[in-house]
């Protein structure tokens, strides 16, 4: 729908019967991690670093609120009130969208400033030019290990859909529940019975 590649998808996949927010906190990397503590996350649960930077590119669609943000643009550090490594004008814009996040926690950002609406690789190419919205996402310009794989991306989106489309289907069998340890939820946002 949004123009990005396809990938088949196993049916019939368990879901959990419990849902624990703290899990799901340990679980996932956050823009404030260091990019070897996201790189763990990845690596711990058998994805190489292509495949992160690969998923991460999912990033091309989507928003991000303001409060996972805003230290990068405001008071970041003694020298500099924004993140030195954010485009100016990124700063600038950032800083009108989100100038009300304290009384709304809904105010957001899209992740992709060039094109929010569709799958590409301009994410990749934004990330090259400073326009990266989280931390987490700036890291992958700058990293020499990520860096490269940033590069290949943002000047081949086919290799960015192809790498993108193998690492989805590995996480899709990641975790694969069987048995009474899931279920196949007759809607998907919710258990099939209320977890006693």
Do not use: W
């Amino acid at each position: 729908m949004v123009g990005g590649p396809f990938y088949p998808v196993k049916l019939g996949r368990k879901d959990s019967t419990e849902s624990d927010a703290a899990k799901v906190d340990a679980s996932l990397p956050t823009p404030y991690m260091s990019m070897d503590q996201i790189m763990d996350k990845f690596t711990s649960k058998g994805f190489s670093i292509k495949d992160m930077v690969s998923l991460t590119g999912a990033h091309t669609i989507g928003f991000t609120h303001c409060k996972e943000f805003i230290h990068r643009i405001y008071n970041f550090s003694s020298s500099s009130d924004s993140d030195p490594s954010m485009h100016p004008k990124l700063v600038a814009g950032l800083r009108s969208v989100c100038q009300n996040y304290t009384q709304d926690s809904s105010m957001a950002a899209f992740n992709d400033v060039r094109s929010p609406g569709k799958f590409d690789n301009a994410y990749y190419q934004n990330l090259i030019k400073g326009l990266g919205l989280l931390s987490s996402d700036s890291l992958l310009a700058v990293d020499p290990r990520t860096r490269p794989i940033v590069e290949l991306y943002a000047n081949d989106q086919q290799a960015f859909f192809t790498d993108f489309a193998y690492a989805m289907e590995r996480l899709s069998l990641l975790g694969v529940r069987t048995g009474k340890k899931g279920e196949v939820r007759s809607r998907c946002d919710q258990f099939n019975s209320i977890p006693a």
